[in-house]
């Protein structure tokens, strides 16, 4: 029995090892008990153990966090790019809702991926919302104030 840890009164962690056969057998018990299973992002869904839990689900959802894919070309990291062109087309392929940060997020994937949209929920669900509650402290901004919080890839549009 893999080690449990109560989080609070609704929440409960597991501590598994997928190579653990028991441990294996208890989260597909899990899985196949649950109405849905969530996935963080496409890097999960590398791995046969999370490609099989995708698959066996009643329900997929797949949160994107980007164009993985492109965002791994931009890096020049070929191989990556490939393997994870195939991991996102079987995310798409295969989760009932599909959740992107972005409208244009959302319309590249609708775009690139040619598939029977009839059976998928799309959920745009923003980072910040469109107008977020930050109190002026005048003392501490200037008007030449600039804060970023994303990275430094080529992606990103810094320059």
Known sequence: ??????????DVEFLVNPLNPLHFLFVVVKVLNS??????SIYR???????LLSLIAK???????????E?????????EYRVF???EKF???NADIIICFTEKLLDHIKNKYQIDYSQKNFLLIPILPMEVGVQ????????????????????QQVE
């Open 71 to 79: 965002e791994l070309e931009m890096q020049g990291k070929i191989k």
């Open 35 to 40: 109405d849905a299973i969530y996935f963080h």
């Open 45 to 51: 869904l590398c791995s046969f153990f999370h490609g």
């Open 91 to 93: 995310a798409i392929e």
């Open 136 to 155: 002026n402290n005048e003392k501490n901004i200037t008007s030449n104030t600039v804060i970023y919080s994303g990275g430094l890839q080529k992606w």
């Open 85 to 87: 062109e195939k991991v």
């Open 59 to 69: 329900k997929s959802i797949i949160d994107l966090h980007g164009a993985v894919p």
């Open 1 to 10: 029995m893999p080690q449990k840890n109560v989080i609070n009164n609704e």
